[in-house]
């Protein structure tokens, strides 16, 4: 059975960094088969891709947020981590991590998401 | 990249049929046929409800179906029911910005 857990703070202050990480269980972070991103959704507001990281290590980042943001992974640990940096009040949103198959262009797993707020 | 177009809100009774639309560009949905569908309840993961435009996932009732025209794909929800009631967001791939989302349909069972 495929799970996707989020973990990370729940308030974090303008201009502060973001380290948000996704334990996956089911699957292997090194398998080809899958891999995973990371998507946002403020409050009454649109999901929005944010970051994805290929079994090979292969990364891709939305255009808009790409100066801020890194995706990696620790295999050994199953997990993705994604930090984000010079946060601001806009950017409080429920994160979610999901799981997408290898040469696919959905997400068919996804964590329950964790929800951060900024604000000083 | 744009989010894709989404009425706000669309409802029915139990029993009927309803059809949630999401409309791109000819740089998204028009070009490819990789629209998925989420279910989003309050507190609870997302759900794949259909992939690659009209494929739904084992476990998804054969009441949602997916389908598009031009730069427009539809959710359709057949025999309406009242756990059916949730948030849904459609996803394009968008080539270099890969994935693009919908503005969200909030669904209401009357």
Known sequence: ?120 | QSALTQPASVSGSPGQSITISCTGTSSDVGSYNLVSWYQLHPGKAPKLMIYEGSKRPSGVSNRFSGSKSGNTASLTISGLQAEDEADYFCCSYAGSSPYVFGTGTKVTVL
């Open chain 1, 1 to 120: 059975q495929v799970t996707l857990k989020e973990s990370g703070p729940v308030l974090v202050k303008p201009t502060e960094t973001l380290t948000l990480t996704c334990t996956v269980s089911g699957f292997s972070l090194s398998n080809a088969k899958m891999g995973v991103s990371w998507i946002r959704q403020p409050p009454g507001k649109a999901l929005e891709w944010l970051a994805h990281i290929f079994s090979n290590d292969e990364k891709s980042y939305s255009t808009s947020l790409k100066s801020r943001l890194t995706i990696s992974k620790d295999t050994s640990k199953s997990q993705v981590v994604l930090t984000m940096t010079n946060m601001d009040p806009v950017d409080t949103a429920t994160y979610y991590c999901a799981a997408a198959p290898a040469r696919a262009y959905y997400f068919d797993y996804w964590g329950q998401g964790t929800l951060v707020t900024v604000s000083s």
